[in-house]
């Protein structure tokens, strides 16, 4: 089975970032199209969107055929009936990873698409973005390495790994040294 | 993921039509290199509940029967995930079936840990009684939990 077209909606979130990621991977894998749609509430000015979009199809676009779409309604709605009627193969949507409430109101448009797809759904939790743009053994993205307080080699934390251990190693050793029987009056 | 496409997967089975239907896509589609896909059925143990007034050797009947039961739905699990687990080789991917025991989403999530997966592949639908929904409750409860991709077939 080839996948030829690859439907990519996104709201602009840290979360549909790291699907348009994946979704650019696959595209580039697969040889296919990939469409990059976003959906306005009605009732709004589309200008300001509009150059969102611009901008996020141009970061996924390199090397690739890229199909910018901006339409106006329901999201989840929209998303569906675009793949309806584009005959997409797969639609890459990014989840919040969230329960609760929070997910009641801001994962929905993705359990819209998972429900009513005609087609494969790839869903793409947020938290997969920290990890992806995270090189081995870089501290991870957006974190300035700074001295930790003890040794002065660079570390995320303000005490680095290494140290806390042996803190804490000399904190335990007190502690026995302190409670050994007998040094406290007790019985022998 | 980059430019890897699905590398190691889990495939979740449940003997549903929508389950065969993911399990015939990673099929058709042309496995990365070193792309391994673990087919996963989670089998729900038959438990006897402790029936103190019950004779003794009449619960040892029931218990038999249920642990026959369980025995049973094992090995047809097992077969079936053997069977997608060589469609699979075929195809180009390093397959393997695992039978696990226990609750089906715990179980899934446990599998994606230990085969250090990063998609997980299921069919919308399972194989429970209420067929019409759109959503099985174990693909919507994966969508939640599931800390890796997650692939929904139709």
């Known amino acids: ?188 | 993921m980059a430019g890897r496409g699905f590398r190691r997967v889990v495939l979740g089975m449940d003997g549903s039509a929508h389950s065969r239907r993911a399990a015939a896509f990673l099929a058709r589609v042309t496995p990365p290199r070193g792309g391994r896909v673990t087919v996963v059925r989670v089998v729900e143990p038959m438990r006897v509940p402790a029936m103190p007034l019950v004779p003794a050797p009449m619960r040892a009947q029931i218990a038999g029967q249920a642990e026959a039961a369980n025995r049973s739905r094992t090995a047809a699990a097992r077969r079936q995930v053997e069977a997608v687990a060589a469609t699979l080789a075929r195809a180009g991917w390093r397959a393997r079936g695992v039978v696990r025991s226990g609750v089906p989403l715990a179980e899934l999530l446990a599998a994606i840990r230990t085969e250090r997966a990063d998609v997980l592949a299921l069919g919308a639908r399972g194989a429970g009684a209420v067929t019409h929904f759109l959503l099985g409750s174990v693909s919507e409860a994966a969508l939640k939990h599931a800390p890796v991709e997650v692939l929904i077939v139709k």
């Open chain 1, 1 to 188: 089975m080839r996948l030829n077209e690859i439907l990519f909606p996104t709201d602009f979130s840290p979360a549909s970032e790291a699907a348009g990621r994946v979704a650019r991977e696959m595209a580039v894998q697969a040889g296919a199209r990939l469409h990059v749609l976003h959906v306005v509430p009605p009732v709004t000015d589309p200008s300001l969107p509009a150059e969102s979009l611009a901008r996020a199809a141009r970061s996924l676009a390199d090397g690739l055929r890229v199909e910018t779409v901006l339409l106006s309604g329901w999201a989840g709605r929209n998303v569906v009936d675009y793949a309806r009627e584009k005959r997409i193969d797969l639609i890459v949507v990014g989840t919040h990873g969230r329960t609760g409430i929070t997910h009641a109101i801001l994962g929905s448009v993705a359990e819209t698409v998972v429900r009513l797809a005609p087609c494969l759904v790839l869903t793409v939790p947020a938290s997969l973005l920290a990890e992806r743009s995270a090189a081995p053994g870089a501290p991870p993205a957006g974190v300035s390495p700074r001295p930790c307080l003890v040794c002065d080699t660079a570390s995320e934390d303000l005490i680095c790994e290494g140290c806390r251990a042996r803190i804490r190693a000399e904190r335990l050793e007190q502690k026995r040294e302190s409670e050994r029987p007998g040094q406290r009056g007790l019985p022998v």
